[in-house]
């Protein structure tokens, strides 16, 4: 999760909803920055499902045994990027939601900018799509 960064990094509008909801649906909420690596790696690697933005702390996956995963959910501004690339190279099964968008009202400039639900993408209606999408 991003929900626990500074203000002066990308966030999520609506994230924290999102995080409310999976989590009354029995998923766990992650803050990679809150722990050291060994438990970074621990978590990943114990992890069946994971549900994540685009995060830099994904890319730790390239270090870990991955076997034990059975799906990521990306969501993202975008329908192709390095995390997809990476899954694909990895042979990691993943769903990417291209429902992000970048915040028009943000000042904050480049991978700094925070990111919205495009407008055809409800909270609620993502929360559907990962909770469906990991029953499979």
Do not use: M
């Amino acid at each position: 999760s991003r929900s626990k960064l500074s203000a002066d990094k990308r966030l999520i509008c609506g994230e924290a909803l999102l995080e409310r909801l999976l989590q009354a649906e029995g998923w766990s909420v992650f803050h990679p920055q809150e722990h050291d690596l060994q438990t970074q790696v621990e978590v990943y690697e114990s992890a069946r499902y994971i549900s994540s933005t685009n995060s830099s702390s994904l890319h730790l996956l390239y270090g870990v045994r991955t076997d034990g995963i059975r799906k990521i959910v990306l969501l993202s501004p975008t329908a192709t990027n390095s995390f997809t690339i990476q899954f694909d190279s990895q042979s990691i099964p993943y769903d990417n939601i291209n429902c992000l968008e970048n915040l028009r009202t943000c000042s904050k400039d480049g991978a700094s900018r925070d990111l919205v639900f495009k407008s055809d993408f409800t909270v609620e209606a993502v929360f559907r799509h990962i909770v469906e999408g990991c029953l499979e």
